[in-house]
């Protein structure tokens, strides 16, 4: 479909069925959004030889994962001060990369975003939500709570300021999903609306573009 033939700048994020496949229990129908997850597959395949043929001169591709490596490492330590909580850097690199690669092929042609359903950046931001609280218990135990007690506080202000905290703390889930969620509804529908403008000028007002 050209984009001169788009209905809505909102295509780019529907599910488009390609074969129904049902049984009584499940759905094993074929989507763009499963033809979608099969192409990650390259990036998959390439991490893995990657870092199956690593050297001690390293070569391009190798210099290039080192140095996304040590950039994400750095805004780590920015972050986080605690020396214990590097032991979860490999699932923050991670989760970091498949995000970037989410967005990143987005950008195909007849792709799907992803990262445009709400649905996908709650199950990430819920799932370290959730996550974080229960290592968060079974290493400290009920001190875990403190982190809602700020010090050299009024006692007139504590409860009030301890409500915000709670509060603030327990939104932050569906404010970091909202946001990833509204950037690229809102950058993709920007691009489809400035792409089927430039589209129908080329059409009707050649000499304009």
Same mark, same amino acid.
């Given at each position: ?11 780019? !994020?529907?599910?488009?069925?390609? =074969? ?34 690593? =050297? ?8 290039? %994962?080192?140095?996304? &490596? ?13 020396? #214990?909580? %590097? #032991? &979860?850097?490999? %699932? ?7 995000? !970037? ?13 992803? =990262? ?28 875990? %709570?403190? *982190? ?20 603030? !703390?327990?939104? #932050? ?5 909202? #946001? *990833? ?12 609306? !400035? ?15």
């Amino acid at each position: 479909m050209s984009l001169i033939h788009a209905f809505s700048p909102l295509e780019h !994020f529907e599910l488009n069925y390609y =074969t129904y496949i049902y049984n009584a229990f499940y759905d094993f129908s074929i989507t763009s959004s499963f033809i979608f997850l099969l192409s990650m597959l390259f990036f998959l395949v390439y991490f893995a030889l990657l870092l199956s043929n690593t =050297t001690v001169v390293p070569g391009f591709s190798q210099l290039v %994962l080192e140095n996304i &490596f040590i950039f994400v490492l750095s805004i780590f330590k920015q972050q986080v001060q605690s020396v #214990r909580a %590097l #032991r &979860f850097f490999p %699932l923050m690199f991670t989760l970091f990369i498949y995000i !970037f690669l989410l967005n990143f092929t987005s950008l195909y042609v007849y792709g799907s975003s992803l =990262t445009g359903h709400i649905m996908v950046t709650m199950f990430f931001s819920f799932g370290i939500f959730f996550s974080l609280i229960i290592i968060g218990f079974l290493n400290y135990g009920l001190k875990f %709570l403190s *982190l809602f007690v700020p010090q050299n506080v009024p006692n007139v202000l504590l409860d009030f300021i301890i409500i915000i905290e709670i509060f603030s !703390f327990a939104i #932050r889930p569906f404010s970091l999903s909202i #946001r *990833l969620f509204a950037n690229m509804l809102a950058g993709h529908t920007l691009m489809g609306i !400035f792409a089927k403008f430039t589209a129908y000028v080329i059409k009707n007002f050649f000499i304009f573009f």
